[in-house]
């Protein structure tokens, strides 16, 4: 299909409004679009946390860029329509109180940090900072993330907050995903991540560091394997610099050596922007990784490549 929709306006992307869902709804019934459950070959979108937080130039995580990104992503859907059977959106889902806010730690003067504060190791241990909560745990956390994640701790702006219009999915994507559910009779799965108070959950298929006595602490095998069950996986969302990377490395170390796998998955790169940070250049970071993965069998492509 080359038309969008007539209910799609551009100028949209990127603002807060109702969704339109019944009208959407209506207009993806009506468009007379085979079901996905016929599909010689089996496309699968896989949308990493498309939230107004992150997309939204307001947002309290936004990412530069996030607007235009899901511009191409959601006329990337409208074009393709007739050859993707599914759409999966990832939500990262917050509390007041995690290891990754400033709630969390204290320096010696009863201070909280500052978004975009690192806190090493080092620091925790000289008492530089001191956890309010779960201090066993977070004294251990730091070293864990150092030594087998091989980042340090970053400490966010409060977002994606649950029950916030943060933590929704940005309306004109979520109206893309809902006319895609009806024009292809194939039913949308959504995931919501990060609700582990004491660890950072930047891949939507596992935690930084695993907490064993948590049923969200280890890998996702299950989810995994549902998105292992389409031909192809295209990969679009925010931040490319952490959760779309982070996913993608726990594919990558999930199947290491086994290209066959890892050539199901395409990396819409022009559908994704990094986290910009003052002194991290986040975006080279990530470029360098995605390259890597490339020579293991992932596909870097673009939204106007076809899907042939």
Same mark, same amino acid.
């Given at each position: 299909?080359?038309?969008?929709?007539?209910?799609?306006?551009?100028?949209?992307?990127?603002?807060?409004?109702?969704?339109?869902?019944?009208?959407?709804?209506?207009?993806?019934?009506?468009?007379?679009? /085979?079901?996905?459950?016929? %599909?010689?070959?089996?496309?699968?979108?896989?949308?990493?946390?498309?939230?107004?937080?992150?997309? @939204?130039?307001?947002?309290?995580?936004?990412?530069?860029?996030?607007?235009?990104?899901?511009?191409?992503?959601?006329?990337?859907?409208?074009?393709?329509?007739?050859?993707?059977?599914?759409?999966?959106?990832?939500?990262?889902?917050?509390?007041?109180?995690?290891?990754?806010?400033?709630?969390?730690?204290?320096?010696?003067?009863?201070?909280? /940090?500052?978004?975009?504060?690192?806190?090493?190791?080092?620091?925790?241990?000289?008492? %530089?900072?001191?956890?309010?909560?779960?201090?066993?745990?977070?004294?251990?956390?730091? @070293?864990?993330?150092?030594? %087998?994640?091989?980042?340090?701790?970053?400490?966010?702006?409060? =977002?994606?907050?649950?029950?916030?219009?943060? @933590?929704?999915?940005?309306?004109?994507?979520?109206?893309?995903?809902?006319?895609?559910?009806?024009?292809?009779?194939?039913?949308?799965?959504?995931?919501?991540?990060?609700?582990?108070?004491?660890?950072?959950?930047?891949?939507?298929?596992?935690?930084?560091?695993?907490?064993?006595?948590?049923?969200?602490?280890?890998?996702?095998?299950?989810?995994?394997?549902?998105?292992?069950?389409?031909?192809?996986?295209?990969?679009?969302?925010?931040?490319?610099? @952490?959760?779309?990377?982070?996913?993608?490395?726990?594919?990558?170390? =999930?199947?290491?050596?086994?290209?066959?796998?890892?050539?199901?998955?395409?990396?819409?790169?022009?559908?994704?922007?990094?986290?910009?940070?003052?002194?991290?250049?986040?975006?080279?970071?990530?470029?360098?990784?995605?390259?890597?993965?490339?020579?293991?069998?992932?596909?870097?492509?673009?939204?106007?490549?076809?899907?042939?």
């Amino acid at each position: 299909m080359n038309t969008l929709p007539d209910f799609y306006h551009a100028e949209d992307v990127g603002t807060l409004y109702v969704p339109r869902t019944q009208a959407v709804i209506e207009a993806g019934l009506a468009a007379n679009l /085979p079901p996905a459950s016929e %599909d010689e070959q089996r496309v699968i979108l896989l949308l990493v946390d498309p939230q107004v937080d992150f997309i @939204h130039t307001d947002g309290a995580l936004s990412v530069p860029g996030a607007v235009d990104d899901t511009r191409r992503t959601i006329e990337w859907i409208f074009r393709n329509i007739d050859r993707i059977s599914a759409i999966a959106a990832s939500l990262d889902s917050h509390i007041p109180a995690q290891i990754f806010y400033p709630s969390w730690w204290v320096d010696p003067q009863g201070n909280h /940090p500052a978004p975009f504060t690192v806190i090493t190791r080092e620091a925790v241990d000289r008492g %530089d900072w001191r956890p309010v909560f779960e201090p066993q745990w977070s004294h251990r956390y730091v @070293h864990e993330l150092e030594t %087998d994640a091989k980042k340090q701790l970053m400490i966010w702006p409060y =977002h994606t907050m649950i029950g916030t219009l943060g @933590h929704a999915i940005t309306p004109a994507l979520y109206e893309a995903i809902a006319y895609h559910a009806a024009a292809r009779a194939s039913e949308p799965a959504f995931l919501h991540k990060g609700m582990i108070p004491k660890t950072e959950f930047y891949s939507l298929l596992e935690p930084e560091v695993k907490v064993v006595d948590d049923p969200q602490g280890d890998l996702n095998v299950e989810f995994l394997k549902r998105l292992m069950s389409y031909d192809r996986i295209y990969v679009a969302g925010q931040a490319k610099s @952490h959760c779309v990377l982070e996913t993608l490395t726990s594919v990558v170390r =999930h199947y290491h050596g086994k290209a066959e796998h890892l050539r199901k998955w395409y990396v819409l790169l022009d559908c994704m922007s990094s986290v910009q940070h003052p002194e991290i250049d986040f975006d080279a970071m990530a470029n360098q990784y995605l390259e890597r993965f490339a020579e293991s069998g992932l596909n870097l492509v673009r939204s106007t490549d076809p899907l042939d």
